[in-house]
T-cell receptor
Framework: DAGVIQSPRHEVTEMGQEVTLRCKPISGHNSLFWYRQTMMRGLELLIYFNNNVPIDDSGMPEDRFSAKMPNASFSTLKIQPSEPRDSAVYFC?????????FGPGTRLTVT | QKEVEQNSGPLSVPEGAIASLNCTYSDRGSQSFFWYRQYSGKSPELIMSIYSNGDKEDGRFTAQLNKASQYVSLLIRDSQPSDSATYLCAVKNTNAGKSTFGDGTTLTVKP
């Protein structure tokens, strides 16, 4: 099993640009989670999907953030426009029941 | 009060000692409990899950759960320098699709 796959692994962009992060969950998992991690705020849940449907997006910081899951094997997290305070590591995780398995993360730097 | 609380540490133990990591939670409906290990610059990795009161052992790791006291712990026996990492406690209510994570305890094992 390849595990959760995320791309890109690193992203450096300028303030105001659009950023799209991608995630492929583990095959057969029906829940997908997007997290953001910073030193100051720790690990924050942004949004999660169950069977491709967004269930809880209360952690999405503002309207600049959006997430989609068009099918069971793909999800995107988009930031438009990006700001320096969005700099963080973004993790995608998937789950079939109780335990979550994390991808390697995308380190985003917004200058 | 945070939903899941951990001592932030850092916790430092000598090689070969027992490291004890503690976690308390506020949701009495919580039924699933997890310990993740996160090395610096890496993603969280699931190392233990526990669902019933008592102890669960896996190699050098023992998870302990006391639902009455709303307390879960992780013991690492014969600590090795390679155990140096941040350990995240996560708690899940069966009726919720998501887990709630603590802020983590940083463990350093000194040779």
């Amino acid at each position: 099993d390849a595990g959760v796959i995320q791309s890109p692994r690193h992203e450096v962009t300028e303030m105001g640009q659009e950023v799209t992060l991608r995630c492929k969950p583990i095959s057969g998992h029906n829940s997908l989670f997007w997290y953001r991690q910073t030193m100051m705020r720790g690990l924050e849940l942004l949004i999660y999907f169950n069977n491709n449907v967004p269930i809880d997006d209360s952690g999405m910081p503002e309207d600049r953030f959006s997430a989609k899951m068009p099918n069971a094997s793909f999800s995107t997290l988009k930031i438009q426009p990006s700001e320096p305070r969005d700099s963080a590591v973004y993790f995608c995780a998937s789950s079939s029941h109780y335990e979550q398995y994390f991808g390697p993360g995308t380190r985003l730097t917004v200058t | 009060q945070k939903e899941v609380e951990q001592n932030s540490g850092p916790l430092s133990v000598p090689e070969g000692a027992i490291a004890s990591l503690n976690c308390t939670y506020s949701d009495r409906g919580s039924q699933s409990f997890f310990w993740y290990r996160q090395y610096s610059g890496k993603s969280p990795e699931l190392i233990m899950s526990i669902y019933s009161n008592g102890d669960k052992e896996d190699g050098r790791f023992t998870a302990q759960l006391n639902k009455a006291s709303q307390y879960v712990s992780l013991l690492i026996r014969d600590s090795q320098p390679s155990d140096s990492a941040t350990y995240l406690c996560a708690v899940k209510n069966t009726n919720a699709g998501k887990s709630t994570f603590g802020d983590g305890t940083t463990l350093t094992v000194k040779p």
